[in-house]
């Protein structure tokens, strides 16, 4: 490479800089550093005109490296990247002095934060310095996805994904796909949960590309964007699709358990069907509770039951993973609410599926044996922290279902007084007229603040006493049933979920977008795509919507048949490379292994297994393995140039 | 007189291993006294140093100094060779990188003084005397009478090229006949890498030409820390892999692995790769790669860590005045030299 | 293979035109306003992050000039649609910008030197002025002046002045431009397409609080809308970031924000912005940030911190900035005529009460409503949104086969819900535009 | 050139990984915190990439204190396992720092998320502090006057 002429650019940032970094001084400073050809300053580094003066001046001058002093190379790397590979330069022969987040913006005294904005240049020349120009490459991708969640987000996911071509692996780990909204009654007052989600059903039958496993979690996944290896674990069914749901087995069956589709309204066996349109339509054994006492398959007569079945690891190669595992709703404790203590007193998800038709009820409202006369519906129960349990987000579908079911019921049971206990009614957008239509229908809310209600426990019945906000006093309301509008948590098993996907999780717990705002169904691991309530409450509208999009992301991403892979990963000098293998054991994407070329031990990197970490290259004795747009020269240069020192190599 | 390439060879701390390797050349000695005339060399003949000084600049070809700097007559003669000659060869790990007597940088001089003089157990000294600078020696049989002044020691020992710009360098402690017979071939023909680099040994690490390469399993990841004086290593099965740290991967080759083939893992003593900035921060950081267990396991890890008493030892046997941190912070100056040398 | 027509480059007609160019479809973008950026380019910063809005928009708008598959036809309104799936007839009226934006550079010469310089500025919602020829923002994508011919004394003269001059007048900017870009004689333009498909990315317009004449806006001077007030606390708005007020140029020291302005109200829309409690929340830090001695208060009905971080924002205006938060509905604001301080009249839900207090500033968190008056044969919402046909079953889907719908039009909603439709829907469009491939023609 | 005798500035030279810690510091950015301006940061995209061979450059060079940074364990690491890899690492570099006579003060290996700006702040404010007490590190290092 030639001598590097470098060139140095400090963006005002309209005030976001200018205002705190004397930017002149910067680029006075800037000039003298060595290698330094031009040093500029412009209001708006980003804006056209600012990349313009880029482009230009690395034709007029020559220049061969770039400095840009200006935000996060979070955010503008790849504008700037964009633009000096527009002038003709390879568009890796760029440094970003992150001179906001990184000073204007966290220092006040002008001076000083000028003295460092400078020292930050001079990081980046040094760097720059060293840099070199790197080539992306390109490899194939599979079009083939792995769903992972059978809920109406990864549904929704999968039955775009077919649309597009792709072959589509939907993976739910309990015996049917449908997930939680196929249980809830209502999900807007025309339209019931089942019914939206059998239609979507049907349409996966029809589908020859989707491939539906139940039963089944996936227990590995190696590979990279376009060409992951997952390895799924099917549990046993016991149950084969000879099975045709006549239900004798369940009836010789002599385990009962509580039935968690029914959120433990009722109880079920340890073989079971888990609801009427579950899918695929056959019974299942509960291996966790069977006994193996093989009454149920005596009783078979069409042979469907096999309680020899053993578990089956399933190798698939697909180009994308669609996390939309979803979410638990919250659990309250014991006594919260006088939750677990009386037996009218039930969650939001209990009260849905007592209004389900297919309910223990068969949809009627009844509760403890009979219709209640006064029902209260506490909000915000576990979100917001109203409780010491209590998450502090909002969980944000449950007013809306709230309401929507407290109409239902005045609907229905128009004698009934249904009180709404909440905090802050949050019907946000078009969900407000299901507010205003539940104040019509004389559901009475009730506002709380820091001061919960408490929940009563009497010879007399139950009762609720709340601080009532806009009177400003306590009341005391007699209640038959309490409804605990109880928000979302992180699934259970997140944690296994973060072992073997590698995203990661947010401060509330959730699993964590590559952006908040513009990138919210992207996980930071290129290929990997993220839907529903896994990456926070959301309701069903906007679960199915995020299916949409993160399917129609990994279509676009590997629609062409190929990816292109960053080239800032491991190399091997091979002149120096002794064959050591240390960086073999520290790769954790095992793209590393030995070779040998001409009877020399040399290590090889697998350039798109190498997923560019650089451990390898802190691990390697013999400074071989280097970690390109981070070598070492290139690090220690930065290092020095703290101090003001240079690096000779 | 003669038209012969004169070379002068010097010691400064030096424990007179690298004088024997020379010896080790065996027959090839006639060849470097036939090619060579030799100005100056304190371990076998009687030049002195006006001898060197009345030589004009740049007349001696090649001036080869093994040991560190660790008087200021050390500090002199070098200075005095480095304007002499036309090649400066850092010769043998002290006079490169400090060696083995450079691990006294962890210490201040007094507490060297009297660990030396006082409180090793192979020292017998009940009255406990101490160096002074100036003795009087007086055998009035021999009709003696002499004042010696001992030279001032500096606080820290420091590889010759922190005094002196270095050429090249041979590698070892000390360096093997081959080695040192490699460079001197180099020397002679001419074909020499570029200044400031290592002469006579390999290019990669001692890996490179270790016999017990192959053995290594696919993932070099080890349990715990063996050192030799505690277990016996497993013939023909990479050191490192069974635990012992072994300093081959982060050490230049070009000793042929003479001490793994004979069970014993390298120290070391070829020193720091080019390309490589710290010796020990390298080693720490595959000992630390290679060590099998997550942060949760802080026990295991810590164990493991301790089981090595000394680390520096270990790390910097013969590199650590050479180092990024080249000696124990807070070094005072000493009694010695404020009592003693009145400075 | 065909093409998509994009209405509106708001942040999600943006992302719908850089996820159907990325597979290689032709693109037309088509925005009324001469750059890219919709509403989301006023603002200063986004909840709940406090992410600089500029700073993240910037790069996706530009990146819409990398691709060679992206046409984009600002300063323009769709006029008719015809056909059906897979090949729409599209009629669009391309407004004269009397400048040839193939010569233009953006570099900003005419916009120094024209000589009218009392336009209100659109960009920082009229509280700074701008010239007669201008470029909508620094950011600005395209990065092209535009004459403002109503205002231009070329184009349109005053009467009297016209009376006395023998030829035309002014012609400054022709003079002045080093491309000679301008070009006075530009007449408006139809521009007619055929697409496979259509995405209506129009957003949303702010609600007008002059309907509310109780509140004052336009007639008090410190009373602004939360546009306005953005615009007042950016870098780049009317006055660098300092708030000061319209009256008197201090800084004010006791803020009020109004919620649910013209939202979640019989007499003007029912639903709820969604948008607005964690704006106004935002801006409440802002200023604390920028004047460290100033009190505000918002006065709200219900807060709506629904979204992912949102509570957690709330909770930190509350404890960490000591905003206050009043639930009470405002009845009316008068101005004290000495003073031009705002009288606030509003009931306090806690006690039921009548009561008042008085601020230096008001602020105005005002309704959204749709920009859905499209020729477009869509069907639309009792509210006017445009109606989703399906949204379970065929999300971001119009009454109209192949026709999508994204963003605000749809229903109030925020940056990340815009941004997820607008991929949705580029992906189905894609579909439609892969299916069918017609050949695509610009008449003029 | 100040008047009066200004106080001693230390200063810490930080790797920060790209995904949690350099995150954290931008959003300390974003989110217009405050803290002392005695941090240079050097962005690497993974704690495993720290070589210890660096934090003894930056030592030598004259820095007071030295941070490596990343993601939580254990399951944090956008490479599943880097900050594994420098939590050994640098276990052991304590040793080293701890036999030159360098107070364990001076190097702190962190684990901040992309999401604890505050954290990072506490850090940077926390680690000034210290340094300040204990003195600039460079006098520490010289013997010879």
């Known amino acids: ?649 | 007189m003669s038209e012969k390439p004169k070379v002068a060879w010097y010691w400064c701390a030096s424990c007179g291993g690298c004088e024997e390797s020379f010896v080790d050349l065996a027959e090839r000695l006639l060849k470097v006294f036939e090619t060579f005339d030799i100005v100056f060399c304190p371990v076998a003949m009687d030049f002195k140093r006006e001898d060197v000084e009345k030589l004009p600049d740049g007349s001696i070809a090649v001036s080869l100094i093994n040991g560190g700097i660790r008087m200021k007559e050390h500090e002199e003669m070098v200075k005095l060779l480095r304007k002499k000659s036309n090649i400066v060869i850092a010769y043998g790990a002290c006079s490169a990188w400090g060696g083995v007597p450079g691990l006294a940088n962890l210490y201040n001089l007094d507490e060297i003084v009297e660990r030396k003089y006082l409180e090793i157990p192979t020292i017998e000294n009940p009255k406990e005397i101490l160096p002074t600078k100036k003795t009087i020696v007086n055998i009035p049989e021999a009709k003696i009478k002499a004042e010696l002044e001992l030279p001032e020691p500096l606080p820290t020992l420091l590889p010759i090229d922190k005094v002196i710009d270095v050429d090249y360098y041979i590698p070892g402690c000390p360096p093997t006949p081959d080695v040192f017979w490699n460079a001197l071939q180099a020397l002679l023909t001419g074909n020499l890498p570029p200044k400031g680099t290592v002469i006579g040994a390999l290019q990669r690490s001692l890996c490179d030409e270790c016999l017990l390469n192959e053995t290594k399993p696919e993932k070099l990841l080890v349990k715990e820390f063996k050192r030799v004086e505690k277990a016996i290593p497993e013939p023909n099965k990479c050191l490192l892999a069974q635990g012992f740290l072994c300093m081959g991967p982060v050490t230049r080759g070009g000793c042929t692995a003479l001490c793994i083939k004979a069970n014993m893992p390298c120290t070391g003593c070829f020193g720091i790769l080019d390309g490589v900035v710290d010796y020990g921060g390298k080693a720490i950081s595959y000992f630390g790669s290679i060590l099998d267990y997550s942060p949760m396991e802080e026990k295991e890890i810590k164990k493991a860590f301790e089981s090595i008493p000394d680390w520096i030892g270990t790390i910097y046997r013969y590199s650590l005045p050479s180092a990024k941190l080249s000696h124990r912070a807070g070094l005072k100056r000493s009694k010695l030299m404020k009592e003693v040398f009145e400075i | 293979m065909s093409s998509v027509l994009i209405i509106g480059g708001g942040v999600a007609g943006i992302q719908a035109a850089l996820d159907l160019a990325e597979q290689g479809i032709e693109v037309y973008l088509v925005d009324k306003a001469p750059s890219v950026g919709g509403k989301m380019a006023y603002l200063d910063k986004t909840f709940p992050t406090l992410d600089c809005a500029l700073c993240i928009l910037a790069p996706k708008m530009a990146a819409l000039l990398r691709y060679p598959n992206i046409k984009l036809i600002m300063n323009s309104e769709v006029q008719d649609v015809s056909g059906r799936a897979g090949n729409f007839k599209v009629k669009i009226l391309k407004k004269p910008t009397y400048v040839d934006w193939s010569k233009c550079n953006g570099c900003a010469v005419c916009t120094e030197k024209c000589p009218v310089k009392d336009v209100p500025n659109e960009y920082n919602m009229g509280l700074s002025n701008r010239r007669a020829i201008y470029i909508m923002f620094p950011q600005a994508v395209p990065k092209r002046a535009i004459i403002d011919a109503e205002h231009c004394m070329r184009l349109n003269p005053p009467p009297k002045a016209k009376e006395k001059a023998k030829g035309p007048l002014c012609g400054v900017c022709q003079r002045v431009c080093p491309t000679k870009a301008i070009d006075y004689e530009q007449k408006p333009e139809i521009i007619e397409l055929n697409v496979a498909s259509l995405i209506i990315a129009t957003g949303m317009e702010l609600y007008d609080p002059r309907n509310m004449p109780e509140l004052g806006y336009g007639k008090h001077q410190n009373v602004y809308t939360n546009l306005e007030f953005e615009r007042l606390v950016s870098a780049t708005g009317p006055t660098n970031g300092e708030i000061v007020r319209k009256s008197d140029g201090k800084h004010p020291k006791k803020i009020a924000w109004i919620q649910c302005v013209g939202s979640r109200d019989i007499r003007f829309n029912h639903y709820c912005s969604a948008y607005c409690c964690m704006a106004a929340t935002k801006q409440a830090i802002l200023a604390k940030e920028h004047l460290s001695d100033v009190q505000c208060t918002i006065y709200y009905m219900d807060i709506r911190a629904f979204g992912k971080g949102f509570n957690e924002f709330l909770e930190r205006a509350k404890k960490e900035f000591g905003i206050n938060y009043i639930r009470g509905k405002v009845v009316r604001i008068d101005e004290i005529p000495e003073t031009k301080n705002l009288k606030i009249i509003y009931e306090d839900t806690a006690e039921s009460y009548l009561k008042m207090d008085e601020y230096d500033m008001v602020v105005l968190s005002v309704a959204i409503t749709p920009n859905s008056k499209l020729p477009v044969p869509v069907e639309l919402t009792e509210d006017g949104f445009i109606k989703m046909k399906d949204p379970y079953l065929d999300p971001v889907s119009t009454s109209a086969e192949g026709i999508f719908v994204v963003g605000a039009v749809a229903g109030a909603k925020d940056i990340p819900d815009s941004v997820t439709e607008a991929s949705a829907a580029a992906a189905r469009a894609a579909l439609i535009a892969k299916r069918f491939s017609c050949p695509t023609e610009v008449v003029k | 050139m100040a008047e009066q005798k200004s106080e001693f500035e230390p200063k810490i030279v930080v790797y920060a990984c790209n995904w949690c810690t350099y995150a954290a510091t931008d959003l300390a950015g974003t989110s217009r915190m405050s803290y002392p301006p005695n941090v240079r940061i050097i962005r690497v995209m993974c704690s495993g990439r720290v070589d210890p061979q660096l934090v003894l450059q930056a030592f030598a060079d004259g820095a007071d204190g030295v941070i490596v940074a990343g993601c939580h364990p254990p399951a944090d690491c956008h490479y599943i396992e880097g900050n594994y890899k420098a939590y050994r690492r640098f276990e052991l570099f304590r040793k080293l720092l701890g036999a030159m006579g360098i107070e364990q003060e001076r190097f702190r290996l962190e684990w901040i998320s992309a999401a604890e700006a505050s954290r990072w702040v506490q850090v940077v404010n926390e680690m000034v502090a210290q340094l300040k007490k204990l003195g600039p590190l460079k006098p520490n290092m010289e013997v010879r006057e």
């Not at chain 1, 059903?201 to 539906?212: A, F, G, L, M, T």
């Not at chain 1, 219709?371 to 998450?391: E, L, M």
């Not at chain 1, 919960?452 to 139950?462: A, M, N, R, S």
């Open chain 1, 1 to 649: 490479m030639s001598e590097p002429r470098i060139g140095v650019y400090v963006c005002h940032c309209g005030f976001n800089i200018a205002g705190t970094v004397d930017v002149k001084k910067v680029v006075e400073f800037a000039k003298n550093l060595p290698n330094v050809v031009v040093a500029k300053e412009y209001v708006f580094m980003c804006s056209e005109p600012g990349q313009d003066l880029i482009k230009e001046d690395i034709k007029a001058n020559n220049l061969n490296r770039i400095v840009v002093a200006a935000c996060s190379p979070s955010l503008h790397e790849v504008t700037f990247r964009t633009a000096i590979k527009e002038a003709g330069l390879n568009k890796y022969l760029l440094e970003m002095a992150n001179i906001r987040e990184h000073c204007s913006w966290v220092h006040h005294d002008k001076e000083k934060a000028t003295e460092k904005a400078k020292e930050i240049v001079r990081m980046a020349v040094a760097k720059a310095r060293y840099l070199e120009p790197l080539e992306e490459l390109e490899v194939g991708a599979e079009t083939s996805a792995l769903v992972l969640g059978g809920g109406i987000a990864g549904i929704r996911a999968a039955l775009e994904l077919a649309n597009y071509g792709f072959h589509v692996y939907l993976v739910e780990k309990s015996p049917t796909i449908g997930g939680k909204a196929a249980l809830i009654g209502y999900i807007d007052p025309q339209t019931k949960g089942a019914e939206v989600v059998s239609k979507m059903i049907d349409k996966i039958k029809e589908c020859p590309r989707i491939q539906v496993l139940t039963n089944a979690e996936l227990i590995q996944l190696g590979g990279f964007v376009g060409n992951y290896n997952a390895k799924i674990r099917i549990n046993p069914r016991f149950v084969n699709e000879r099975c045709t749901l006549c239900g004798e087995c369940e009836e010789v069956c002599p385990v009962e358990v509580a039935n968690e589709y029914n959120f433990g309204l009722s109880r079920r066996k340890a073989i079971f069907l888990p609801f009427a349109n579950a899918y695929p339509p056959y019974y299942a054994i509960d291996y966790r509770v069977c006994v193996k006492c093989g009454e149920c398959e005596k009783v078979c007569r069409f042979r469907a039951i096999n309680l020899k079945e053993e578990a089956k690891i399933l190798e698939l190669k697909v180009g994308t993973l669609i996390v939309a595992t979803g979410y638990d709703p919250y659990r309250p404790f014991k006594g919260e609410y006088g939750y677990g203590l009386h037996p009218n007193i039930l969650t939001l998800f209990q009260l849905e599926r007592l209004l389900d038709p297919d309910s223990p009820t068969k949809g009627e409202l009844i509760i403890g044996g009979k219709i209640p006369k006064n029902i209260a519906f506490i909000q915000c129960v576990g979100s917001r922290n109203t409780t010491p349990g209590a998450k502090e987000y909002c969980s944000r579908m449950c007013c809306t279902t709230a309401i929507n079911s407290a109409i239902k019921i005045k609907e229905r049971y128009p004698n009934t007084n249904v009180y709404i206990l909440y905090k802050d009614i949050m019907t946000y957008g078009s969900d407000e007229t299901l507010y205003e239509e539940a104040g019509k229908k004389l559901v009475n809310f009730i506002k709380f603040e820091e001061k919960i209600p408490k929940v009563l426990i009497t010879p007399e019945g139950l009762f609720i006493e709340v601080f009532e906000y806009t009177i400003q006093e306590n009341i005391r309301i007699p209640v038959d049933a309490i409804v605990l509008s109880i928000g979302m948590l992180p699934p259970r098993d997140i944690e296994e979920l973060i072992a073997v996907t590698r995203v990661s999780c947010g401060g509330e717990g959730f699993v964590r977008e590559a952006h908040l705002k513009l990138a919210p169904v992207e996980a930071p691991t290129k290929g990997i795509f993220l839907a529903g309530c896994i990456t926070g409450p959301k309701n069903i509208l906007e679960s199915i919507r995020m299916g949409s999009a993160a399917a129609a992301k990994a279509m676009a991403l590997l629609s062409k048949g190929k990816i292109t892979i960053e080239p800032m990963i491991a190399q091997v000098n091979e002149e120096k490379c002794s064959g050591c293998a240390i960086c073999v054991g520290v790769c954790p994407y095992s793209a590393i292994s030995i070779k040998t070329v001409n009877g020399d031990r040399i290590a090889h990197v697998e350039k798109a297994l190498c997923m560019g970490c650089g451990t390898c290259s802190a691990a390697c004795p013999s400074g071989a393995m280097q970690h390109l747009g981070f070598k070492d020269l290139q690090l220690l240069a930065q290092t020095r140039a703290v101090f003001g020192g240079e690096v000779h190599g």
